[in-house]
C-alpha cells in the first residue's frame, strides 16, 4: 500500500494525481483539507465535521463518503482517544488525524492490496486502525489484574479504578457505534467487498465483547475494593467495640467508688485500693480472654 504524506500545496497536488494511494494530511494543516476540499468537492459540512470532529459517523455524498472514527491512543501517562476522519474518493483515500500515524504507518506500508481501489484501501487502514483497539483491551485487562493485586495492600485509591473504568466505557460507546455502522454500511457496498467488511464487522464485535469483559473485570475490581474497605471499617470498629466493652466495667467500679458517700466500708480498708486495681484488672483480662477465643480479637 502507498502511503503518502504531503507538506505543501506542491506535494498535495502531486498525491492527487496518484491513484490506489492514502494520503495522511495533519488536521492542524488547514491550507491543505481545504485544498482537498476544493479538489474533492467535498461538502461544506464535511469540512466542518474533518475541522472539528465530533461523533463516530459515516456519510456518503455525490462523489465521496466520510466516515469519522475514534481510536484508543497509548500516552506517556495511560490511555487517551484521538479522532480520525477517512475521505473515500475513487481510487484513492485520504486520511486526516491530529497527530502523525507514526506507530501505524509501518504497518499500513506492509498491507498488500490486489485493487488498488477506494474501498479496498480503506479496509485495509481499518483493519490495521483497529488492533488499537485490541492493545487498548489488554492493557486495560492487566492493569486491573495490577490493581486487584494490589487492592489488599491498601496502595489503590478508588479514582484509579473508576479512571479506568471510564476509559473503558468511552471504548465501548466508540466501537459499538462504529460495529454498527460499518455493519449498515456493509449491506450497501458491492458484492466483492462485502466478505472484506463482514470481516471488519466481525472484528468490531469481538472488540466490543472485549470491551464488556473488561467492564466486567473493572466492576469487580470496584466491588473488591469496597468490600476491603467494608472490611478494614469493620475491623476499626470491633477493635474499638472490644476497648470500649473491656472499659466499660472498670469505668462503672470507679463511678461507684467515686461516688463520696460518707459510708463505704471499702474506703477504710487498708488494702481496698490494690484489693480494686486488682479486681480492675481481672475483669479486663478476663473479657480479653474471652473475646479472644471468640476470634474477636
Do not use: C
Amino acid at each position: 500500500m502507498r502511503i503518502l504524506q504531503p507538506r505543501t500545496l506542491p506535494e498535495l497536488r502531486k498525491a492527487l494525481r496518484t491513484q490506489g494511494s492514502v494520503i495522511l494530511i495533519p488536521r492542524e494543516e488547514k491550507d491543505l483539507i481545504h485544498h482537498l476540499a476544493k479538489a474533492w468537492k467535498l461538502h461544506p459540512l464535511t469540512v466542518e465535521d474533518i475541522l472539528q470532529p465530533a461523533q463516530v459517523k459515516i456519510e456518503s455524498f455525490n462523489g465521496y463518503t466520510y466516515i469519522g472514527i475514534a481510536l484508543p491512543q497509548h500516552a506517556r501517562h495511560g490511555w487517551t482517544f484521538r479522532d480520525a476522519d477517512v475521505i473515500i474518493h475513487d481510487k484513492q483515500i485520504a486520511l486526516i488525524t491530529p497527530h502523525p500515524l507514526e506507530e501505524e504507518r509501518p504497518l499500513l506500508e506492509r498491507r498488500h492490496t490486489s485493487r488498488a481501489d477506494g474501498w479496498m484501501l480503506f479496509y485495509h487502514v481499518l483493519d490495521t486502525l483497529l488492533e488499537s483497539y485490541t492493545a487498548f483491551t489488554e492493557d486495560m485487562m492487566k492493569a486491573y489484574q495490577r490493581l486487584e493485586a494490589s487492592i489488599f495492600k491498601g496502595t489503590v485509591r478508588l479514582d484509579q479504578l473508576l479512571t479506568l473504568k471510564n476509559q473503558l466505557l468511552l471504548a465501548k460507546r466508540y466501537a459499538t457505534t462504529l460495529r454498527d455502522k460499518i455493519g449498515t454500511l456493509t449491506h450497501t457496498l458491492p458484492k466483492r467487498y462485502q466478505p472484506y467488511y463482514r470481516d471488519l464487522h466481525d472484528h468490531l464485535i469481538h472488540t466490543v465483547d472485549s470491551l464488556d469483559y473488561a467492564l466486567q473485570l473493572a466492576g469487580s475490581s470496584i466491588d473488591i475494593y469496597l468490600s476491603e474497605i467494608n472490611n478494614r471499617t469493620n475491623d476499626v470498629m470491633r477493635v474499638l467495640t472490644v476497648v470500649s466493652t473491656i472499659f466499660l466495667p472498670l469505668t462503672l467500679i470507679a463511678g461507684i467508688y467515686g461516688m463520696n458517700f460518707k459510708y463505704m466500708p471499702e474506703l477504710y480498708w487498708q488494702y481496698g485500693y490494690y484489693a480494686t486495681l486488682t479486681l480492675m484488672l481481672l475483669i479486663a483480662l478476663s473479657l480479653l480472654f474471652y473475646f479472644k477465643r471468640k476470634g474477636w480479637v
